[in-house]
């Protein structure tokens, strides 16, 4: 009897031993128990520190979840940090990878414990997981709080990633439910009594009757009936083709009229003297090389500078020290090149530039600061620079700015009088209003069909993951403004469109599945 005992103490169990050994750097049998029938699988002190465990993988699943489907938003809050910290760095990219792999740690862990219980062992994390759980668990949350103190908005857009996402996501919680059934079934059947064979498994199959119903109540604009497709949304570029070129120069938009884009969007800035230029920032020292021509005046407005001034920058060498954009590739040698000579364009130059290959613009006017020459005159330049100067066709111009509207309209009647927010609809037929450019975020099919019915169309920004933009198809959106002109344009379907029949085909088809796996799993 002795001899037995001491061969099984000592009897080689590699798979066991490794399970222990990662998950409690247990690596030796005389180290591990066993759980025994009807007992608790872990100490009081495991048992508490479990859910733990649990809220770290939930947490962190939610944030990378979050912060994967805001990549859209990227170079939006990489803008935002160098606002504060004064220097370019890709965040956004450094919060992505560093979200995956705990994710990545805390999932390994609690695949570890799953398959330790499954082979009846009792739990022990180590003292360094359970550091690492803290870790895991305090980044995440902390990342969600920020996120939704300083980016409240992006909470939209995964809810309407959801739009999209939802039909694979129910398919991926089944099949999480399938594997959970395992130890599931293992601990009912070792418990010796029916209370707790009903405490573990009542709550398994109530989640699991959810997930088979959640179908019911699921709605994707892009599950639709063939044929009710509508047209494929125009594409503007903003700032031209800022991931293939430096944002808002000649450059940039010539990108952007290669690639087929349908219209330009820019920004308008004026001058001390009265010179219209395309320019996002307020300050000069993002896009320029203001820091080795002007340094003392890096943190001056950028309308009160000259236009002389303003053609002694460069606007270029920053796109190519700095990538602004993640993903966005290598140039070839001749657009390095090119792309080093970039000076600040002019806004006729821009129009003339839009009017030869037939381009719709769209922009968005500064008004000058405090004591510039053209603070109270802004309005009527810009309207100079457009009919005098450029000779653009006026149907080619979608004016946006809300200021003096009626003026515009009656000086020239030929723009497409646009407007940047919600309004009914009878407010906006009264200010001539023919477009709506909305934030992606306020993305309804209904008010899209509600606006087209007036023949209002809609336009939305900033559109850049194929995602949203097969979401902004598939809601019936007329046109999207967008960083990837060079990317959207070889998208001939939306993704994830299939017709009603399809996904109850699925929908199906995964819950028979499921049932048969589970049954199996519980019978053998």
């Known amino acids: 009897v002795v001899r037995r005992r001491l061969l099984q103490r000592y009897e080689h169990q590699p798979f066991i031993s490794c399970l222990a050994g990662f998950y409690s750097c247990r690596w030796k049998r005389y180290q591990r128990q066993r759980t025994e029938p009807g007992k608790c699988c872990c100490k009081m002190r495991e048992c508490l520190f479990f859910p733990l465990l649990i809220g770290a993988f939930c947490f962190s699943l939610v944030f990378l979840y979050m912060w994967g489907e805001g990549k859209n938003d990227y170079n939006n809050f990489d803008w935002y940090n160098y606002g504060n910290l004064g220097f370019w760095f890709l965040w956004s990219l450094v919060i992505l990878f560093v979200a995956a792999i705990f994710f990545s740690y805390i999932s390994l862990l609690l695949v570890l414990a799953m398959c330790l219980l499954a082979e009846g062992q009792q739990l022990y994390l180590h003292w360094s997981h359970k550091i690492g759980t803290f870790l895991v668990l305090a980044f995440s949350i902390a990342c969600l709080f920020a996120l939704t103190v300083l980016w409240g908005d992006h909470w939209k857009t995964v809810r309407l990633s959801f739009q999209i996402t939802a039909p694979y996501l129910h398919i991926g919680a089944i099949a999480i439910m399938v594997l959970l059934s395992w130890p599931v079934a293992l601990h009912a059947i070792r418990a010796d009594k029916k209370v707790i064979q009903v405490v573990i498994i009542g709550p398994y199959l109530a989640i699991l009757l ?6 019911l109540g699921m709605y994707s604009p892009c599950i639709r009936e063939v044929g009710t497709l509508g047209p494929k949304p125009a594409l503007i570029g903003h700032r031209g083709a800022p991931m293939l070129a430096p944002e808002n120069t000649e450059m940039s938009f010539q990108k952007t009229i290669e690639h087929g884009g349908d219209g330009l969007e820019t920004d308008v800035t004026i001058s001390y003297d009265g010179v219209p230029f395309l320019m996002h920032d307020t300050t000069l020292k993002r896009t320029t090389n203001i820091k080795d021509v002007y340094p003392n005046d890096t943190e001056q407005n950028a309308a009160l500078f000259s236009w002389d001034a303003l053609q002694k920058l460069n606007a270029g060498t920053w796109f190519l020290k700095d990538k602004p954009f993640s993903f966005m590739g290598s140039l070839s040698k001749a657009d390095q090149k090119q792309a080093m000579n970039q000076s600040i364009y002019k806004l006729s130059s821009f129009l003339r530039l839009a009017d030869s290959h037939n381009k719709l613009v769209i922009f968005d006017l500064y008004r000058p ?3 510039h020459p ?15 100067e450029s000779g653009i066709k006026p149907h080619l111009v979608l004016w946006l700015n809300n200021n003096m509207r009626s003026f515009v309209h009656s000086v020239a009647p030929g723009f497409q009088q646009t407007m940047g927010k919600k309004a009914p609809i009878e407010d906006l037929l009264k200010n001539n209003i023919v477009k709506l450019n909305l934030v992606y975020t306020d993305m309804s099919s209904e008010d899209i069909r509600k606006y087209a019915e007036a023949n209002i169309t809609t336009n939305f920004y900033v559109v850049n993951e194929p995602w949203l933009f097969s979401l902004a198809w598939c809601s019936g959106a007329h046109s999207v403004t967008t960083n990837t002109v060079h990317l959207l344009k070889n998208l001939n379907q939306p ?3 299939m017709t009603p029949q399809q996904y109850n085909i699925m929908w199906i088809l995964t819950d028979i599945t499921s049932v048969l796996l589970i049954s199996l799993i519980f019978a053998l």
């Open 210 to 215: 959810f997930l088979f119903l959640i179908p």
């Open 369 to 371: 600061p405090e004591k």
């Open 374 to 388: 053209y603070r109270n005159m802004w309005i009527s330049r810009i309207l100079a620079v457009i009919l005098k």
């Open 495 to 497: 993704l994830f469109l």
